[in-house]
């Protein structure tokens, strides 16, 4: 049961490209975002639906297969654990983001023909 303290599951669709940054030790991040979309009917029988924005951060081999292979809309699953920091804008206030630090990827739907 510890693994199970901080664990994310989601499976959704790419909202953004990934942003892939490389350090100067040739480490690279990718940073994007995914949405979630889930239907019900509510309680006057209208089909609704609802998404979640999450924000992805995927480091090492992960950011180079998004950098590669990931583009606006694509399906994937991912597995990770949530991450929160803070940092200081420009005017100096204090800025707090809630992402999703990805360990596994899998990339879902049709899979593009070979010509």
Same mark, same amino acid.
């Given at each position: 049961?510890?693994?199970?303290?901080?664990?994310?599951?989601?499976?959704?669709?790419?909202?953004?490209?990934?942003?892939?940054?490389?350090?100067?030790?040739?480490?690279?991040?990718?940073?994007?975002?995914?949405?979630? &979309?889930?239907?019900?009917?509510?309680?006057?029988?209208?089909?609704? @639906? !609802?998404? #979640?924005?999450?924000? $992805?951060? %995927?480091? =090492?081999?992960?950011?180079?297969?998004?950098?590669?292979?990931?583009?606006?809309?694509?399906?994937?699953?991912?597995?990770?654990?949530?991450?929160?920091? &803070?940092?200081?804008?420009?005017?100096?206030?204090?800025?707090?983001? @809630? !992402?999703? #630090?990805?360990?596994? $990827?899998? %990339?879902? =739907?049709?899979?593009?023909?070979?010509?």
């Amino acid at each position: 049961m510890y693994a199970l303290k901080n664990k994310v599951q989601l499976i959704g669709n790419l909202g953004t490209a990934p942003e892939v940054k490389t350090f100067e030790s040739g480490k690279k991040v990718a940073n994007f975002r995914m949405a979630t &979309s889930e239907v019900y009917r509510n309680a006057k029988g209208e089909k609704v @639906t !609802e998404t #979640q924005w999450h924000n $992805l951060v %995927m480091w =090492g081999k992960l950011a180079e297969i998004a950098e590669k292979h990931l583009t606006v809309g694509k399906e994937v699953a991912v597995e990770g654990k949530l991450v929160n920091r &803070s940092y200081n804008d420009k005017e100096g206030n204090t800025k707090y983001i @809630t !992402e999703i #630090q990805v360990n596994e $990827l899998l %990339m879902l =739907g049709v899979k593009p023909t070979e010509e």
